[in-house]
């Protein structure tokens, strides 16, 4: 999936680099391309909201393929979820997407990394911007939100194709029904009658959903590469605090 840059990693939970056996208790699509898994996983140490964990596959002949993925979880949540966006040419998301069947087991490592993380102490006001699938580790991040019942103000802006290829689309509403700000940019084709932006992320559309500099947010940018450097870097430019931009960009595998 992603990795984290920008600094030093804080210890993830103790166990963290042990493979443990998980079980698929449910598949669920997302979008055309996206699955929510929720597995099962004995002896999960904890999570933050906002790591990421290590899936291994093994074939019947011995070849092992691993991939990263994003928790989609809260910590307060029962079980472990997962959401993959299938790559045509992937080796791995395909089959997790698209085959993993109930009570199919695969190996998961993690809790992974301890910079890209949020909880309500860290503060806020929370800015969250989200390119494609880089939506997953912020439903953990508001998830864990509402669990604390936090008042941190929290404000998402979600970039996708189009209207279908947005992920968790009725939990974002009902995020929005709540005290959540979440606001959509469609960068390929709108629905009939849409009342939400119509382009990629420029400098314009940060100045107008940004909180002002003074205010000082904490902000996490999460997607394609082209999409953190080109949200992260505006934002320095106007004039936010770098120390207070955390980034986590996709790999060119899925």
Do not use: K
């Amino acid at each position: 999936m992603s990795s984290a840059t920008g600094a030093t990693e804080a210890p993830g939970p103790r166990g963290a680099a042990t493979w443990r056996s998980a079980e698929l208790v449910q598949r669920r699509g997302e979008t055309p391309n996206a699955s929510t898994l929720t597995f099962d996983v004995g002896g999960w140490p904890g999570h933050h909201a906002g790591q990421h964990l290590d899936v291994r596959l093994t074939a019947e002949d011995g070849y092992q393929a691993q991939r990263s993925y994003s928790i989609a979880s809260a910590p307060e949540d029962d079980q472990l979820v997962l959401t993959v966006e299938r790559l045509e040419d992937g080796e791995v998301s395909p089959y997790l997407a698209d085959e993993l069947r109930s009570g199919d087991e695969l190996e998961l490592r993690g809790p992974i990394g301890g910079y890209f993380v949020w909880e309500e102490a860290l503060g806020g006001p929370l800015l969250l911007l989200a390119g494609g699938s880089g939506i997953v580790p912020f439903r953990s991040m508001l998830r864990h939100r509402a669990a604390a019942v936090s008042t941190v103000p929290a404000r998402l802006l979600y970039s996708a194709r189009t209207l279908d290829d947005v992920i968790y689309r009725d939990e974002l509403a009902q995020l929005a029904d709540d005290d959540v700000e979440v606001r959509f940019t469609l960068t390929r084709a709108c629905p009939e009658g849409w009342q939400g932006y119509r382009r990629r992320i420029d400098r314009r559309l940060l100045e107008e959903v940004a909180w002002p500099r003074e205010e000082q947010p904490l902000v996490y940018v999460c997607g394609p590469t082209p999409f953190v450097e080109l949200a992260a870097g505006t934002l320095v430019e106007l004039g936010h605090d770098a120390g207070r931009i955390r980034t986590e960009r996709f790999g060119p595998t899925g």
